[in-house]
T-cell receptor, first 113, second 115 residues
């Protein structure tokens, strides 16, 4: 069935280290994969997205990689900083829908000083 | 550009009371979504509008929830009567339809506490 699995649910890393969050999806026809960041008490905000015609996209310290064969995509944050602490959500298009997204359960990223 | 506006930011009611939330999407965005986000979970879609028509309300508990977008711009979501399990943040989002995937922009949400 339609599903987006996100792991881990909580990730604690030392400031300056890298963090990786992984999501898997079920529909091989999915072609758009966004990542949203939600700080405590605030709205989810898009931080990076990738379309299925590329395998990797970078924006400063953030990158997303896509493996269409394995049907998974990952968020990579390098040189983590305290302001990276938040909940991160991945999403993928809901099959057969009109611009709907299926959301992962979220990963709480904790940056230890 | 102005973002998605929602009001109120917080609401506390007792069970069986009624409550309404308001959303003003980004100008020009045809698609509007209402989500329910329970603490520690991802957003759950309640209803999707395109202009003033309902695209999908399959996950809306229609016995108590209703929503409308009469002029294809602002939208209201109502709960009547509220239950304890309705305590959550209600997020409104809007988007443009783009080939290959659309970006959803979220409002700040309304945090509802049902006592």
């Amino acid at each position: 069935g339609e599903n987006v699995e996100q792991h881990p649910s909580t990730l604690s890393v030392q400031e300056g280290d890298s963090a990786v969050i992984k999501c898997t999806y079920s529909d091989s026809a999915s072609n758009y994969f966004p990542w949203y960041k939600q700080e405590l008490g605030k709205r989810p905000q898009l931080i990076i997205d990738i379309r299925s015609n590329v395998g990797e996209k970078k924006d400063q310290r953030i990158a997303v990689t896509l493996n269409k064969t394995a049907k998974h995509f990952s968020l990579h944050i390098t040189e983590t900083q305290p302001e990276d602490s938040a909940v991160y959500f991945c999403a993928a298009p809901r099959p057969g829908s009109n611009y709907q997204l299926i959301w992962g359960a979220g990963t709480k990223l904790i940056i230890k000083p | 550009e102005a973002g998605v506006a929602q009001s109120p930011r917080y609401k506390i009611i007792e069970k069986r009371q009624s409550v309404a939330f308001w959303c003003n999407p980004i100008s020009g965005h045809a698609t509007l979504y209402w989500y329910q986000q329970i603490l520690g979970q991802g957003p759950k879609l309640l209803i999707q509008f395109q202009n003033n028509g309902v695209v999908d309300d399959s996950q809306l508990p229609k016995d108590r929830f209703s929503a409308e977008r009469l002029k294809g711009v602002d939208s209201t979501l109502k709960i009547q009567p509220a239950k304890l399990e309705d305590s959550a943040v209600y997020l409104c989002a809007s988007s443009l339809e783009l080939v290959g995937g659309n970006i959803q922009y979220f409002g700040a949400g309304t945090r509802l506490s049902v006592l």
